[in-house]
């Protein structure tokens, strides 16, 4: 599986944002697009990860708040966003906001120490990247929703397009 950049710690440019008070980053080429938030409709059989779907240019996509997947405490959020992943199929998660491009050097990553995360957040969070404003850490989008996750939220719009 291509990683992209970030990843393979080589040189590349990472995204920002906060989620509450720390700062995050995903690398830019598995982004699609920055939405200003908007109003996300709730689907009452929906998995219980998935927070409900938008439409963006008249495709219907699954949206995930990240705060949650990643246990991040609920914090005052001036203006959330909504970030469209560029995936195998296109997922989007809120953010609670879009700070800044970073461009990264080889030697500006850190290892993840093992002791500080659990389970579900080592597999979203593949390391650190240390700046000038201090650590940024690099969320995998390929590894917020896991397998059967994937699976469950396939079989779940498969079946809603069966119905209309």
Do not use: W
């Not at 809120?94 to 093992?114: F, T």
């Not at 590894?143 to 069966?162: C, H, M, V």
């Amino acid at each position: 599986m291509d990683n992209g950049l970030i990843e393979n710690k080589e040189e590349g440019q990472l995204v920002t944002f906060l989620l509450g008070r720390e700062t995050y980053g995903i690398d830019i080429f598995k982004i699609q697009e920055v939405l200003h938030f908007q109003k996300i409709t709730s689907i009452p059989s929906a998995p219980g990860f998935v927070e409900g779907v938008i439409e963006v240019r008249e495709r219907v996509i699954p949206v995930v708040d990240l705060k949650k997947r990643l246990g991040v405490k609920k914090a005052e959020q001036a203006k959330q966003r909504i970030v469209i992943l560029d995936l195998d199929e296109p997922l989007g998660v809120i953010v609670d906001d879009v700070s800044k491009v970073l461009i990264l050097e080889a030697e500006d990553y850190e290892v993840l120490p093992e002791a500080v995360v659990g389970d579900r957040e080592r597999a979203c969070i593949s390391r650190l990247a240390k700046t000038d404003e201090g650590l940024v850490i690099i969320v995998s989008p390929e590894r917020i929703l896991s397998r059967g996750e994937i699976e469950t939220l396939k079989n779940f719009q498969e079946s809603r397009e069966g119905e209309g």
